[in-house]
C-alpha cells in the first residue's frame, strides 16, 4: 500500500501561483511515477502532470504546458506540482496519484493509489 496527503491548495488570484505538495509513505517512493489529476465540479478526472521514478521524465497535459511543472524530491518521499500564471479554469480538485509504472501516466486507470485531494480555487 501506498498512502498519499495532498497539501498546498487555497484561493488565489488569476495570475497567481500555487506549489502542491504529495508526501508518500509505505512503499519505495523512487518505485513509483507520480501523477496530478483535477477534478472541476461536474466534469470528469483530468490528467495534469507525471513524472517517472527517477524524476527524469515528464509530461503535461497542453493546458497546463509552460505553466505547471512537476517535480519530486525521492528522499523526502515527496512530489510537488509548482501552478504559475493561474487561471480560473484552473479551478479544481488536485489529486496526486501513484503508480509502478511510468508508461500511460495520463490514464487515471494506471494508478491503484491515490490522495485524498486538495482543493484549488482560482478567483478572476
Known amino acids: 500500500q501506498v498512502q498519499l496527503v495532498e497539501s498546498g491548495g487555497g484561493l488565489v488570484q488569476a495570475g497567481g501561483s500555487l506549489r502542491l505538495s504529495c508526501s508518500a509513505s509505505?512503499?519505495?517512493?523512487?518505485?513509483?511515477?507520480m501523477g496530478w489529476f483535477r477534478q472541476a465540479p461536474g466534469e470528469e478526472r483530468e490528467f495534469v502532470a507525471a513524472v517517472s521514478g527517477s524524476g527524469r521524465a515528464t509530461r503535461y497535459t497542453d493546458s497546463v504546458k509552460g505553466r505547471f511543472t512537476i517535480s519530486r524530491d525521492n528522499a523526502k518521499n515527496t512530489v510537488y506540482l509548482q501552478m504559475n500564471s493561474l487561471k480560473p479554469e484552473d479551478t479544481a480538485v488536485y489529486y496526486c496519484a501513484a503508480s509502478p509504472n511510468y508508461l500511460g501516466a495520463d490514464d487515471a486507470r494506471r494508478y491503484p493509489y491515490w490522495g485524498q485531494g486538495t482543493q484549488v480555487t482560482v478567483s478572476a
Open positions: 509505505g512503499r519505495t517512493f523512487s518505485d513509483y511515477a
